[in-house]
């Protein structure tokens, strides 16, 4: 009764997001993009997403009465190692992007408290990841992170957020934050990562191991691997490698951020030898390591983009208007200015007519002075056009 991945669990069965891909006037799990967050729904798009949420309003009650929990553990065992099957990610992402199509709807038809509450829904989903020790189930759960900080983007510029839901959702993306900033969610992942990779050089076979690390790889290269192994001393050599590479990216991570990015070259350092060395079990397991804190700056950026746009809103709350610049919101509403994770430096923001633009750099590490990212670059950008009256 503690758990909230069991009810968690229970709202996955309870989706019913079937057909949805194919519906024409749906976003998000339909075929429209995200709506533009100052623009009204048009009727075809607001219908359809009535009966969608309608639909699923089950599972949000599920996914609710789990967001009143703090712990969770989905029912894995660990013990099947690198063949282990991790069937509820695809349904967090799909729960999460529910709740914000709620939160949208929620939002448009005025309903302050309900939307924050949805808001909340996709951030306790991310939470519900939190000590699950592997990597792809803290790229998921960063992935949940920026679905709610869009969702919150989505939502304050469509209605006006009750005080008690303001400090609720302060309160939320305050401690995800502090999980982040710590760092603790990639290093369990790191070390169950270490722990699943070493247990394979112990268990598996020759053929096995280079089967699995190179997946990717040609025949060719894939027989070079073989040989390599069958050679004396070279399993071990590869396993002392690797347990070094892992007690050195462990090492680097005790750094807050911008030096934590430090990480990502020391991983990279290591593939770069590992593969000129013809370590190839190495140069294959590595490589997914080196995104590893680039995506944790970015869940940082995204939560540090919400807080202070919930601080933001609590100001105009009390004053009636968005402050001249952020050190208007310390201490009452934020205890510092956030920074961007990338370089240090404080989030950007200025007042654009009635409303604002707050961004931060992105993993190019370019000021693009407030153009919203695309995959080719840009900023890290939330922002309010015509905030709705008080």
Request: hydrophobic share 45%; net charge negative; glycine share 4%.
């Given at each position: 009764g503690q758990n909230a991945a069991s009810f968690n669990l229970q709202g996955f069965q309870a989706l019913q997001i079937s057909g949805a891909a194919q519906n024409a006037n749906l976003p998000i799990l339909g075929k429209l993009p995200p709506p533009f967050?100052?623009?009204?729904?048009?009727?075809?798009v607001k219908s359809a997403l009535t009966a969608f949420v309608q639909g699923n309003r089950d599972a949000l009650q599920f996914f609710a009465q789990g967001a009143q929990h703090e712990q969770s553990r989905y029912p894995l065992d660990f013990n099947q190692g690198q063949q282990l099957q991790l069937p509820h990610l695809p349904k967090i992402k799909s729960g999460t992007q529910v709740a914000e199509m709620a939160a949208i709807l929620d939002a448009e038809d005025k309903q302050g408290k309900q939307a924050a509450d949805d808001v909340l829904l996709t951030l306790a989903l991310a939470r519900s990841?939190?000590?699950?020790?592997?990597?792809?189930?803290?790229?998921?759960?960063?992935?949940?992170?920026?679905?709610?900080?869009?969702?919150?983007e989505q939502v304050m510029n469509r209605t006006t957020l009750p005080p008690e839901s303001l400090s609720e959702l302060s309160k939320a993306f305050q401690s995800m934050e502090n999980y982040d900033a710590q760092g603790e969610g990639f290093n369990r992942s790191l070390i169950g990562e270490k722990v699943t990779v070493m247990a394979a050089f112990k268990q598996a076979g020759v053929q096995e191991l280079a089967a699995f690390a190179a997946q990717d790889a040609t025949d060719e290269q894939r027989q070079r691997m073989v040989q390599l192994l069958k050679?004396?001393?070279?399993?071990?050599?590869?396993?002392?490698?690797?347990?070094t590479t892992f007690g050195q990216f462990l090492a680097a991570r005790k750094e807050d951020f911008p030096g934590r990015l430090t990480d990502a070259a020391v991983v990279q350092q290591r593939t770069a030898e590992a593969k000129s060395g013809v370590l190839l079990l190495n140069n294959s397991w590595l490589t997914g390591y080196t995104n590893v804190v680039s995506l944790e700056?970015?869940?940082l950026a995204n939560l540090h983009l919400a807080m202070t746009a919930?601080?933001?809103?609590?100001?105009?709350?009390?004053?009636?208007q968005y402050p001249a610049n952020l050190s208007e919101l310390t201490p009452n509403y934020l205890n510092a200015v956030p920074s961007y994770p990338f370089d240090g430096r404080p989030l950007r923001y200025r007042k654009q007519n009635a409303g604002y633009l707050l961004y931060s750099i992105g993993p190019d590490l370019k000021d693009d002075g407030g153009k919203r990212m695309t995959a080719r670059g840009g900023d890290m950008v939330f922002t309010v056009v015509t905030p709705p009256p008080q």
């Open positions: 967050p100052f623009t009204p729904l048009p009727s075809p990841l939190n000590a699950e020790p592997m990597l792809i189930s803290q790229m998921v759960r960063v992935a949940s992170v920026a679905i709610a900080a869009a969702s919150l050679q004396p001393g070279g399993l071990k050599e590869e396993q002392d490698y690797l347990e700056a970015r869940c919930v601080a933001l809103e609590q100001f105009r709350a009390a004053h009636n």
